[in-house]
């Protein structure tokens, strides 16, 4: 079946530190492909998503790309702060349901 | 608008006790969604509705769970003789209809505690 695998966290980085989480999929067809983070005490959120091959996602300086030759779709920041501490989930869509990863917390130190 | 709400926040059990969490969807989503987050098993998928069709329920772990939704909002999902392998952040999401490509809004999730 799909699945999602990520890298086992904690990651820990100083601030302005260059950020790269790793995500590879494993699904049938061409699946969207998400990234989510849930900060400390608050729900989940999308951070960002991509729904085809070469497709890149941003949202506040994070970025990905939809590899189809690697099956990845690593998250990418080129310096962190301390607010983007929390925990990040990698995820695709599989038909409607989202199968996630098993979460990446990052700690940002000052 | 409104996010997603879940009710209550926190719910602390006995074993064998049943239990009742509640979602209500952001308006005008036609697809819900129930997931478990627990430590053992990370985020897990339970169950989907989508407007009047029937529910997938592929992903409950046993018949003890079941859910509803009512005039096509508000669900509820249901744990009977809680054990306390079913402590967890229970959440749920909607959206605009079901898709891959459709982003889902979580709730802010019910911790269960099964003592």
């Known amino acids: 079946g799909d699945s999602v695998t990520q890298m086992e966290g904690p990651v820990t980085l100083s601030e302005e530190a260059f950020l790269t989480i790793n995500c590879t999929y494993t699904a049938t067809g061409y699946p969207s492909l998400f990234w989510y983070v849930q900060y400390p005490g608050e729900g989940l959120q999308l951070l960002l998503k991509a729904t085809k091959a070469d497709d890149k996602g941003s949202n506040k300086g994070f970025e990905a790309t939809y590899r189809k030759e690697t099956t990845s779709f690593h998250l990418e920041k080129g310096s962190v702060q301390v607010s983007d501490s929390a925990v990040y989930f990698c995820?695709?869509?599989?038909?409607?349901?989202?199968?996630f990863g098993s979460g990446t917390r990052l700690l940002v130190r000052p | 608008g409104a996010g997603v709400s879940q009710s209550p926040s926190n719910k602390v059990t006995e074993k064998g006790k049943d239990v009742e969490l509640r979602c209500d969807p952001i308006s005008g989503h036609t697809a819900l969604y129930w997931y478990r987050q627990s430590l053992g098993q990370g985020l897990e998928f339970l169950i989907y509705f989508q407007g009047n069709s029937a529910p997938d329920k592929s992903g409950l772990p046993s018949d003890r769970f079941s859910a509803e939704r009512t005039g096509g909002s508000v669900s509820t999902l249901t744990i009977q003789r809680t054990q306390q392998e079913d402590s967890a952040v229970y959440l749920c999401?909607?959206?605009?209809?079901?898709?891959?490509?459709?982003?889902?809004?979580f709730g802010p999730g019910t911790r269960l505690t099964v003592l």
């Open positions: 999401a909607s959206s605009l209809a079901e898709s891959s490509y459709n982003e889902q809004f």
């Open positions: 995820a695709l869509g599989s038909s409607y349901k989202l199968i």
